[in-house]
């Protein structure tokens, strides 16, 4: 056998242990695992699969955070709206939501609307329609949230499930503000004795501590205490051993039932 016959062979046997519905890498920065990412994050946030739907949704969920809106649920009250509105101001000036900034700029940390209402939400689903702000919204959801989480899980040494688990996390707790963020539910599934990949540690393991300390993190706030995205989505897939998130993909959220072939 020549070397390029080898060379085919090798290339034709590769082939032949992809199938469908398998995912290509371990990487949560492969298109296709990303956008299984966005899948499961949206029937959490919004009941839908559609994800690109989002980008107009805005609503105050009475968490304390004041309006919660877009693709990753950037909130008036945390900081990461205000940023969203100061980028499309930046790269679209006189844009519909540069003239909410100075309310942003006075509500961040509350769950206030002052200098927000009555027009906000109307012309943040106006904005939505803005190829401009769309790109804006998935930029601060990967500067943000995405990268951060991915980037720690690969440290971490834990596959495509792991590093989805710490995206959902922090799209949900923020990082940085503390104990109840998601570098506290790390340090709470460091303190189990549980240890990462990376560390020495079994990644299922670890990955069940992470878990459990997210669901006591998530228990601690009266709306995050539905903890079915971590026990019938998440947990699910760690038990059916789908670490590198392979299809199909079976998962409830609130009552309801999704699939991903």
């Not at 739907?53 to 205000?82: K, N, V």
């Not at 329609?129 to 990967?142: K, L, M, S, V």
């Not at 951060?148 to 949900?172: C, E, H, S, T």
Request: glycine share 10%; hydrophobic share 40%; charged share 25%.
């Amino acid at each position: 056998m020549n070397t390029f016959t080898r060379l085919a062979a090798t290339v034709l046997c590769a082939a032949a242990l992809v199938t469908p519905g398998t995912a290509a890498a371990a990487d949560l920065n492969d298109p296709q695992l990303k956008d299984i990412a966005m899948q499961l994050v949206s029937s959490a946030e919004n009941s839908s699969l559609d994800w690109r739907a989002q980008f107009g949704y805005i609503e105050d969920i009475d968490d304390g955070r004041g309006y919660t809106a877009g693709i990753i649920g950037f909130c008036s009250g945390t900081g990461d709206m205000l940023d969203l509105v100061r980028l499309y101001r930046d790269w679209k000036p006189g844009n519909v939501l540069e003239k909410y900034l100075p309310a942003l700029e006075r509500v961040n940390g509350t769950p206030s609307h002052d200098g927000l209402d009555p027009n906000f939400q109307s012309d943040w689903r106006a904005a939505a329609e803005d190829g401009t702000f769309q790109g804006a919204q998935e930029h601060e959801r990967d500067r943000v949230y995405f990268n951060p989480a991915v980037n720690r899980a690969k440290q971490d040494g834990v596959q495509a499930l792991g590093q989805f688990i710490y995206y959902d996390a922090i799209v949900m707790h923020g990082d940085g503000w503390g104990d109840l963020d998601f570098s506290g539910i790390r340090r709470r599934a460091l303190d189990t004795g549980a240890r990462p990949p990376a560390q020495g540690g079994d990644e299922v393991q670890w990955l069940h501590a992470f878990l459990d300390a997210r669901v006591w993190v998530m228990k601690q706030e009266p709306a995050h205490e539905e903890t079915s995205r971590v026990d019938t989505a998440q947990r699910r897939f760690l038990n059916e051993g789908k670490l590198n998130l392979e299809r199909p993909l079976r998962w409830q959220v609130y009552g309801d039932d999704y699939v991903i072939w």
